[in-house]
């Protein structure tokens, strides 16, 4: 069951907290605390967590939505020109892949850990898509 209370304790750097629930009753044992939600719950910071029959839990929410985290942008600089047929990718000015068109499509990869990108040949321009998803 999903229980609503407030933070009491935090513990262990934020990974984890304890609360007492609205509804009245003891405080909880720790309760782990989201990657995302570590160092945005203050003691009194309303939330939603699950309390499990063997004394573990999770925070689910602040009940606010806030939190004190900014998001980053990952930004890759990805240059594509197709050359005789072939799809000619610059993955931060590091490294140039030849990335051979087959079906009209092919997986390229810059760098380690590197996402994965489609590459076909469209009107005689080089789409890239990031993950299947976005064009660059």
């Not at 606010?64 to 990805?78: C, E, K, R, S, Y």
């Not at 020109?81 to 390229?108: F, L």
């Not at 005689?124 to 990031?130: D, P, T």
Request: include cysteine; charged fraction near 10%; aromatic fraction near 6%.
């Amino acid at each position: 069951m999903v229980h609503k209370g407030k933070v009491s304790t935090i513990l262990d750097g934020g990974k984890f907290v304890t609360a007492t629930p609205y509804s009245g009753g003891t405080v909880t044992a720790p309760l782990t605390v989201p990657f995302f939600l570590i160092g945005a719950l203050p003691v009194s910071t309303p939330i939603a967590y699950v309390a499990f029959e063997d004394n573990t839990g999770v925070v689910l929410s602040r009940m606010d939505g806030d939190w004190n985290h900014t998001l980053q942008a990952v930004v890759i600089d990805i240059s594509a020109v197709v050359v005789d047929g072939v799809c000619m990718v610059s993955c931060g000015g590091t490294a140039d892949i030849n990335a051979s068109i087959e079906g009209g499509v092919c997986t390229i990869k810059c760098g380690s850990p590197a996402g994965a990108f489609d590459a076909t040949v469209v009107d005689g321009v080089c789409v890239v898509k990031c993950n299947n998803a976005a064009t660059i």
